[in-house]
């Protein structure tokens, strides 16, 4: 059996968030350091659709999940208005099979001011950490080896 069969699927515990918080750290341009922040808070994607929860969020990676917790996928956002809900709207308006598995969001948010480029790259950190059942893909993180996805059923 290969062992990319074998990769059990990662659960977001308080450990896992206390991990991603430290792979968020970002050197900011005026020398200092700027880190994202892992909200150890798992909600129902509803609340975050409806925009209830995380309403304001304009940047940030999201992380689907059911309420066991498994992650999902790993993706990022960063727009000029309020974000996370449409994000994940325009998701399951795409993929409306993911309504079933997509119940719950948890949040990692970052600074307005992150360059696209940092987000990108802390969303491969994150998705690297998480290996998510359902990207097929993640941002490049230098010095890393590429992810590579979990097989799909044919």
Known sequence: MSSLIA???????????????ALMRLDS???GV????AIPLIVPTTEVTSNGYWSNVRTGIYLPCP??????????????GPAIAARLREHLTEHPEREATWTHVA???LP????????RRCE????????PLDNTRLPAVPGRPAWIPRPRAA
């Open 107 to 109: 949040l990692i948010t």
């Open 112 to 119: 307005t001011t992150v360059i696209r480029a940092a987000l």
């Open 29 to 31: 341009a005026s020398g």
């Open 34 to 37: 700027v880190r994202g922040v």
């Open 124 to 131: 491969g950190r994150a998705g690297r950490a998480l290996d």
């Open 67 to 80: 309420a066991a917790r498994t992650v999902r996928y790993v993706g990022s956002v960063h727009r000029t």
């Open 7 to 21: 990769r059990r699927p990662v659960e977001l515990t308080s450990d896992i968030a206390d991990h991603l918080g």
